[in-house]
């Protein structure tokens, strides 16, 4: 094209877009596979927006063979019409300009400000090939993108009595590490789009091996299927999901519930379909509400007495599944991920709500309603005997001095920023873990044998445990609500287990633990998995180890011939603290995992099924799941 025939406005255009080739991580997060990610979503949210205001009922997102992806729907189309200022056709401002979808969008929800939302224009800067196709006015029209260029004008083509928007994009391989989308990722967020728009149909195809794969989400009952789906691996109390729901001409509010036997508590909120995981006012609204109502309820049916204390929030939401989801106008998301929802009017919107709508149920289900306040009253009995124990530990601690455990052997500096601890199986492999540290900045915590299972003991219980509590004084951030991460004395939380069955046992209790208590470590990037090797492989020369069976074999083809000896460890203590240094601790060599959860709904889940109760869904998961998967895949 010829530079001439540019306006200055369109220069600025070009500007921008140039800027998310430049920058593509302060627009989709990074480049690595998390923003890979986030244009699918980018793309499929337009689609969401068309089904929330209405218009959209069918969405389709394909995996291609060729690494490009499809999403189609049968929305009204991105528009066609040329605008004037630009003397362009307004499909091609909203692929070419930053922001420009909101402008043509008049009235309806929309997917906006959060955490994408930063319009398709950004998808089509970062794809080296994008191919649109709208179906409106009676034809279908197509264009052709590179790198955010237009190279071809819009083409009428042939006729057709049907509406939507197809859009298939290439992902630019000189911005993205890999190109390689991960099924499981794309599906449990599709299906969580399909639980809370409800009725709208998502299919997802994956072309990409011979097999093929294909699954639709479709649900009639909205969040209330949400709410089955994430209890059915719990023990439920009561046998119908609680649902409310309200609306003005402004805001949409939806509510499920469900109590469980469990102890803690799975509440998920969401504004304009976007997961809200640093909560906000509809959460604040909701959680105020049933602290309120179940109080009310308690006393009025005397069952809270006057000299009673009140149940605390924590008490009525022991065991608790929700989700919230909120729909609004002008939504303002705030907080550090920008995952808070801001806008005040909301909460005494749900407040009220369901303050109105949970004492009715109470009152015409007096039989739910006494299971759920026997359960909240259990919750508040098993919270005092926690305090008096922690109390307790809390004197012991002063009367002994010094609070860190004993076993703790400490690094010397104590800088945060540059201490590591590791976290060791085994009292044996905690002694070779000391010998073979940098003491400097190396911390080191042996645990003997199985730690409790957090997932089936109160905190009364949790705190009781020798092991839990060495944990939680020497990382120093203190537990739950008392969590503080600014206290945490290091900034790498090292798991070290042995590389067999028992290891990987126990350190998943470790990340149960941590998940559940120390939420804010994991999602700071704290938490790691140390990579001890399987197999020393000596010949006359040289050492090598392998970290997994396909590095043994190569070692094996690489000494075809030669004499070697391959040595199985079946457990850190058999490694002398040299190896273990060279091999496991030192930062110059060796490996770690870094624990990312990237959905806390699938953590949720992946630790109910491994943790909890119910044995049939544990067994089906570890069958599924049984070559080699851990959960930091996910
Ligand atoms: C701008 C305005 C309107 C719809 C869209 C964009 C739109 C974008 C995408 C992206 C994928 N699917 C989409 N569907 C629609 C409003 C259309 C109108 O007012 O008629």
């Given at each position: 094209m010829e530079k001439t025939s540019y306006d200055a406005k369109d220069i600025t255009v070009l500007e921008g877009l140039s800027a998310v080739r430049k920058r593509p991580g302060m627009y989709i997060g990074s480049t690595g596979t998390r923003g890979l990610h986030h244009l699918i979503y980018e793309v499929v949210d337009n689609s969401i927006d068309e089904a929330m205001s209405g218009y959209c009922d069918n969405i389709m997102v394909a995996l291609n063979k060729d690494n490009s992806v499809t999403v189609i729907d049968n929305g009204r189309g991105i528009p066609i019409k040329n605008i004037d200022r630009y003397k362009r056709p307004a499909v091609e401002i909203v692929l070419t300009k930053l922001h420009a979808g909101g402008k043509f969008g008049g009235s309806g929800y929309k997917v906006s400000g959060?955490?994408?939302?930063?319009?398709v224009s950004v998808v089509n800067a970062l794809s080296e090939k994008l191919l649109v196709e709208v179906r409106r006015d009676g034809y279908i029209y197509s264009q052709e993108y590179s790198r955010g260029k237009p190279v071809t004008d819009l083409v009428k083509g042939e006729k057709t009595k049907t509406h939507g928007t197809a859009i298939t994009f290439y992902p630019d391989p000189e911005i993205f590490e890999d190109l390689d989308y991960k099924y499981e990722i794309l599906s449990s967020r599709m299906k969580e789009m399909a639980f809370l728009n409800r009725g709208l149909k998502i299919t997802l195809i994956d072309q990409r091996e011979e097999e093929g794969k294909k699954e639709e989400y479709r649900y009639d009952g909205g969040i209330v299927d949400f709410v089955n789906y994430l209890c059915e691996k719990k023990d439920c109390l009561h046998k119908n999901v609680i649902y409310f729901q309200n609306k003005d001409a402004d805001h949409e509010m939806e509510i499920a519930m469900q109590y469980t036997s469990g102890y803690s508590e799975s509440i998920f909120s969401f504004a304009n379909n976007i997961n809200t995981t640093e909560g906000g006012t509809h959460l604040s609204g909701f959680k105020g509400a049933v602290t309120r109502t179940i109080n009310d309820y308690a006393r009025a049916n005397n069952?809270?007495?006057?000299k009673d204390e009140n149940l605390l929030g924590e008490d009525v939401r022991e065991g608790l599944t929700a989700i919230i989801s909120v729909k609004l106008k002008d939504p303002q998301f705030e907080g550090q991920t920008k995952t808070k929802l801001g806008n005040s009017e909301i909460k005494g919107f749900v407040e009220s709500t369901v303050n109105t709508k949970l004492a009715e149920m109470l009152g015409e289900n007096p039989s739910v309603a006494r299971t759920i306040i026997n359960k909240c009253l259990d919750a508040s009995r098993a919270r005092n005997a926690a305090k008096k124990a922690r109390d307790l530990t809390r004197k012991k601690s002063l009367l002994e001095g010094g609070s860190l455990p004993g076993k703790l052997a400490d690094c010397s500096i104590n800088d945060p920023k540059f201490s590591e601890i590791y976290l060791v199986e085994g009292d044996s492999a905690g002694g070779s873990a000391k010998q073979a540290r940098d003491r400097r900045f190396q911390a080191i915590l042996p645990l003997r044998g199985k730690i409790l299972n957090v997932e089936k003991a109160r905190l009364h219980k949790i705190l009781s445990s020798q092991e839990i509590q060495a944990i939680i004084t020497a990382l120093g951030s203190g537990i739950a609500e008392d969590f503080n991460i600014e206290n945490t004395r290091y900034h790498k939380v090292i798991i070290m287990t042995d590389a067999d069955v028992d290891g990987a046992h126990i350190r998943t209790l470790i990340l149960t633990f941590l998940y559940r208590y120390m939420p804010e470590l994991i999602k700071a990037g704290y938490v790691y998995i140390a990579q001890p090797p399987l197999y020393q492989v000596k010949n006359a020369k040289e050492v090598n180890y392998a970290y997994n069976d396909r590095d043994l074999d190569d070692l094996k083809k690489k000494y075809r011939g030669k004499r070697i000896n391959v040595q199985q460890y079946k457990g850190l203590g058999e490694m002398d603290p040299e190896q273990l240094w060279e091999t496991t601790m030192n930062p110059e060599t060796r490996t770690l995992l870094k624990i990312e959860v990237e959905d806390a709904l699938i953590a949720d889940d992946v630790f109910s099924t491994l943790m909890g109760d119910k044995v049939e869904p544990r067994r089906k998961f570890i069958e599924k799941n049984a070559r080699g998967v851990s959960f930091i895949d996910i």
């Open positions: 959060g955490l994408h939302g930063v319009g069952i809270l007495k006057e």
